[in-house]
Protein backbone atom coordinates (compact mmCIF):
# COMPACT_ATOMS: atom_id res chain seq x y z
CA UNK A 1 0.00 0.00 0.00
CA UNK A 2 1.26 3.54 -0.78
CA UNK A 3 1.64 5.50 2.37
CA UNK A 4 0.38 9.23 2.11
CA UNK A 5 2.67 11.21 5.02
CA UNK A 6 0.91 15.07 5.64
CA UNK A 7 2.82 17.61 7.82
CA UNK A 8 2.28 19.68 9.57
CA UNK A 9 -0.32 18.04 11.53
CA UNK A 10 -1.54 21.31 12.45
CA UNK A 11 -1.34 25.09 11.72
CA UNK A 12 -2.20 28.51 13.47
CA UNK A 13 -2.15 31.06 10.94
CA UNK A 14 -3.73 34.63 10.60
CA UNK A 15 -5.96 35.99 7.99
CA UNK A 16 -3.72 36.86 4.97
CA UNK A 17 -0.79 34.62 5.53
CA UNK A 18 0.07 32.26 2.90
CA UNK A 19 0.92 28.89 4.08
CA UNK A 20 2.02 25.42 2.60
CA UNK A 21 0.96 21.84 3.67
CA UNK A 22 3.36 19.04 2.58
CA UNK A 23 2.14 15.80 1.41
CA UNK A 24 4.70 12.80 0.35
CA UNK A 25 4.00 9.62 -1.07
CA UNK A 26 5.82 5.95 -0.24
CA UNK A 27 6.40 5.63 -3.32
CA UNK A 28 5.96 7.45 -6.82
CA UNK A 29 2.08 8.62 -7.80
CA UNK A 30 3.32 10.32 -10.57
CA UNK A 31 0.57 12.70 -10.32
CA UNK A 32 -2.12 11.33 -9.00
CA UNK A 33 -3.05 13.61 -6.39
CA UNK A 34 -6.01 15.00 -4.89
CA UNK A 35 -6.46 17.56 -2.20
CA UNK A 36 -9.53 17.90 -0.11
CA UNK A 37 -11.28 20.79 2.39
CA UNK A 38 -13.48 19.54 5.40
CA UNK A 39 -15.12 22.12 7.67
CA UNK A 40 -16.43 20.37 10.98
CA UNK A 41 -19.71 18.25 9.91
CA UNK A 42 -19.43 18.34 6.32
CA UNK A 43 -18.45 16.11 3.57
CA UNK A 44 -14.57 16.80 2.31
CA UNK A 45 -14.38 19.16 -0.93
CA UNK A 46 -12.22 18.71 -3.86
CA UNK A 47 -9.69 21.55 -4.06
CA UNK A 48 -7.27 20.41 -6.45
CA UNK A 49 -6.61 17.22 -8.51
CA UNK A 50 -4.35 16.11 -10.67
CA UNK A 51 -1.86 17.24 -8.50
CA UNK A 52 -2.13 20.98 -9.55
CA UNK A 53 -5.29 21.41 -11.01
CA UNK A 54 -8.03 23.56 -9.53
CA UNK A 55 -11.26 21.97 -9.30
CA UNK A 56 -14.38 24.34 -10.68
CA UNK A 57 -15.55 27.00 -8.38
CA UNK A 58 -12.60 27.00 -6.16
CA UNK A 59 -10.86 30.47 -4.80
CA UNK A 60 -7.81 31.29 -6.85
CA UNK A 61 -5.87 31.49 -4.12
CA UNK A 62 -5.71 27.85 -3.59
CA UNK A 63 -3.33 26.05 -5.79
CA UNK A 64 -1.22 22.99 -5.86
CA UNK A 65 1.95 21.48 -7.08
CA UNK A 66 4.69 18.69 -7.23
CA UNK A 67 4.82 15.11 -8.89
CA UNK A 68 6.45 11.87 -8.15
CA UNK A 69 6.73 11.53 -3.90
CA UNK A 70 6.24 15.37 -3.15
CA UNK A 71 3.78 17.71 -3.31
CA UNK A 72 2.69 20.99 -1.62
CA UNK A 73 -0.95 22.42 -1.24
CA UNK A 74 -0.60 26.57 -1.04
CA UNK A 75 -2.85 28.86 0.25
CA UNK A 76 -2.34 32.63 -0.42
CA UNK A 77 -4.00 35.16 1.73
CA UNK A 78 -5.48 33.08 4.19
CA UNK A 79 -8.96 33.85 4.38
CA UNK A 80 -11.97 33.13 7.43
CA UNK A 81 -13.30 30.61 5.65
CA UNK A 82 -10.57 29.06 4.93
CA UNK A 83 -9.87 27.23 8.57
CA UNK A 84 -10.64 23.67 8.37
CA UNK A 85 -9.03 20.59 7.76
CA UNK A 86 -7.35 19.50 4.48
CA UNK A 87 -6.44 15.72 3.10
CA UNK A 88 -4.32 14.69 0.48
CA UNK A 89 -5.20 11.25 -1.18
CA UNK A 90 -3.36 9.81 -3.74
CA UNK A 91 -5.65 8.07 -6.79
CA UNK A 92 -2.47 5.77 -8.40
CA UNK A 93 -3.31 2.97 -7.17
CA UNK A 94 -5.99 0.90 -4.47
CA UNK A 95 -6.47 1.57 -1.90
CA UNK A 96 -6.81 4.79 -2.41
CA UNK A 97 -4.84 6.28 0.53
CA UNK A 98 -5.25 9.15 2.57
CA UNK A 99 -2.73 11.50 4.41
CA UNK A 100 -3.52 12.23 8.14
CA UNK A 101 -4.72 15.67 7.39
CA UNK A 102 -3.46 19.40 8.54
CA UNK A 103 -5.90 21.17 10.86
CA UNK A 104 -5.57 24.85 9.76
CA UNK A 105 -6.55 26.57 12.99
CA UNK A 106 -6.71 30.63 13.82
CA UNK A 107 -3.80 32.31 15.56
CA UNK B 1 -25.94 18.99 -10.96
CA UNK B 2 -24.47 15.76 -10.12
CA UNK B 3 -25.47 15.14 -6.39
CA UNK B 4 -25.26 12.15 -4.12
CA UNK B 5 -27.60 11.88 -1.33
CA UNK B 6 -27.40 9.00 1.66
CA UNK B 7 -29.68 7.99 3.51
CA UNK B 8 -30.08 9.56 7.26
CA UNK B 9 -28.62 8.83 10.43
CA UNK B 10 -28.66 5.23 12.04
CA UNK B 11 -28.69 3.99 16.19
CA UNK B 12 -27.68 0.22 16.21
CA UNK B 13 -26.86 -2.15 18.64
CA UNK B 14 -23.71 -4.22 18.84
CA UNK B 15 -23.94 -7.33 16.66
CA UNK B 16 -26.95 -5.58 14.84
CA UNK B 17 -26.64 -5.07 11.02
CA UNK B 18 -27.00 -1.99 8.69
CA UNK B 19 -27.75 -1.13 5.30
CA UNK B 20 -26.70 2.81 4.26
CA UNK B 21 -27.84 3.95 0.74
CA UNK B 22 -26.51 6.61 -1.57
CA UNK B 23 -29.01 7.55 -4.67
CA UNK B 24 -27.30 9.80 -7.74
CA UNK B 25 -28.62 11.79 -9.95
CA UNK B 26 -26.98 14.39 -12.47
CA UNK B 27 -25.21 11.59 -14.34
CA UNK B 28 -25.27 8.33 -16.13
CA UNK B 29 -24.66 6.13 -12.98
CA UNK B 30 -23.06 3.37 -14.95
CA UNK B 31 -20.67 5.32 -16.26
CA UNK B 32 -18.46 6.30 -12.87
CA UNK B 33 -17.36 3.90 -10.24
CA UNK B 34 -18.56 4.31 -6.66
CA UNK B 35 -16.19 4.13 -3.41
CA UNK B 36 -16.73 4.59 0.21
CA UNK B 37 -14.93 6.21 2.73
CA UNK B 38 -15.26 5.92 6.93
CA UNK B 39 -14.46 8.11 9.41
CA UNK B 40 -14.69 7.89 13.17
CA UNK B 41 -15.69 10.58 15.26
CA UNK B 42 -12.43 13.14 15.27
CA UNK B 43 -10.51 10.86 13.09
CA UNK B 44 -9.10 11.44 9.80
CA UNK B 45 -10.35 9.60 6.46
CA UNK B 46 -10.27 5.61 5.56
CA UNK B 47 -10.83 4.43 1.91
CA UNK B 48 -12.94 1.38 2.32
CA UNK B 49 -13.40 -0.02 -1.41
CA UNK B 50 -15.32 0.87 -4.31
CA UNK B 51 -17.88 -1.05 -6.63
CA UNK B 52 -17.84 -1.34 -10.33
CA UNK B 53 -21.02 0.41 -10.87
CA UNK B 54 -21.28 -1.33 -14.45
CA UNK B 55 -20.68 -4.91 -13.66
CA UNK B 56 -21.54 -5.13 -10.28
CA UNK B 57 -17.86 -6.06 -9.02
CA UNK B 58 -16.67 -4.80 -5.37
CA UNK B 59 -13.17 -4.66 -4.22
CA UNK B 60 -12.79 -4.28 -0.62
CA UNK B 61 -9.84 -2.19 1.34
CA UNK B 62 -7.71 -5.20 4.02
CA UNK B 63 -9.48 -3.50 6.64
CA UNK B 64 -13.06 -3.86 5.31
CA UNK B 65 -13.36 -7.84 3.97
CA UNK B 66 -15.89 -9.89 5.84
CA UNK B 67 -18.64 -7.63 7.08
CA UNK B 68 -19.02 -4.67 5.06
CA UNK B 69 -20.73 -5.35 1.46
CA UNK B 70 -21.02 -2.84 -1.54
CA UNK B 71 -24.27 -3.33 -3.45
CA UNK B 72 -26.21 -1.95 -6.34
CA UNK B 73 -29.71 -1.48 -7.40
CA UNK B 74 -28.81 0.76 -10.76
CA UNK B 75 -32.99 0.50 -11.54
CA UNK B 76 -32.65 3.49 -9.14
CA UNK B 77 -29.45 4.80 -9.66
CA UNK B 78 -28.23 3.63 -5.92
CA UNK B 79 -25.03 2.37 -3.93
CA UNK B 80 -25.53 0.66 -0.94
CA UNK B 81 -23.31 -0.29 1.86
CA UNK B 82 -24.39 -2.95 4.33
CA UNK B 83 -22.20 -3.25 7.63
CA UNK B 84 -23.07 -6.99 9.44
CA UNK B 85 -22.51 -7.98 13.14
CA UNK B 86 -21.36 -4.40 14.30
CA UNK B 87 -19.18 -3.59 16.55
CA UNK B 88 -18.65 -0.19 18.81
CA UNK B 89 -15.58 0.59 16.65
CA UNK B 90 -17.68 0.83 13.76
CA UNK B 91 -19.26 4.16 15.42
CA UNK B 92 -18.31 6.48 12.05
CA UNK B 93 -19.77 8.34 9.09
CA UNK B 94 -19.61 7.02 5.87
CA UNK B 95 -19.35 8.68 2.94
CA UNK B 96 -20.15 7.53 -0.95
CA UNK B 97 -17.94 9.05 -3.32
CA UNK B 98 -17.80 8.83 -7.05
CA UNK B 99 -14.75 8.37 -9.22
CA UNK B 100 -14.96 10.18 -12.16
CA UNK B 101 -12.08 8.73 -14.60
CA UNK B 102 -8.71 8.82 -12.70
CA UNK B 103 -9.90 11.32 -9.34
CA UNK B 104 -13.06 10.96 -6.84
CA UNK B 105 -14.81 14.09 -7.57
CA UNK B 106 -18.48 14.03 -5.88
CA UNK B 107 -18.94 13.11 -2.28
CA UNK B 108 -22.33 12.12 -0.59
CA UNK B 109 -22.93 13.89 2.47
CA UNK B 110 -22.77 11.17 4.96
CA UNK B 111 -24.35 9.04 7.29
CA UNK B 112 -23.43 8.92 10.79
CA UNK B 113 -23.71 5.07 12.19
CA UNK B 114 -23.67 5.12 15.77
CA UNK B 115 -22.99 1.53 17.50
CA UNK B 116 -24.58 1.33 20.99
CA UNK B 117 -26.29 -0.92 23.79
Known amino acids: DIQMTQSPSSLSASVGDRITITCRASQSISNYLIWYQQKPGKAPKVLIYAASSLQGGVPSRFSGSGSGTDFTLTISGLQPEDFATYYCQQSYSTPLTFGGGTKVEIK | QVQLVQSGSELKKPGASVKISCKASGYTFTRYTMNWVRQAPGQGLEWMGW????????AYAQDFTGRFVFSLDTSVSTAYLQITSLKAEDTAVYYC??????????WGQGTLVTVSS
Open chain 2, 97 to 106: VRKGGDYPDY
Open chain 2, 51 to 58: INTNTGNP
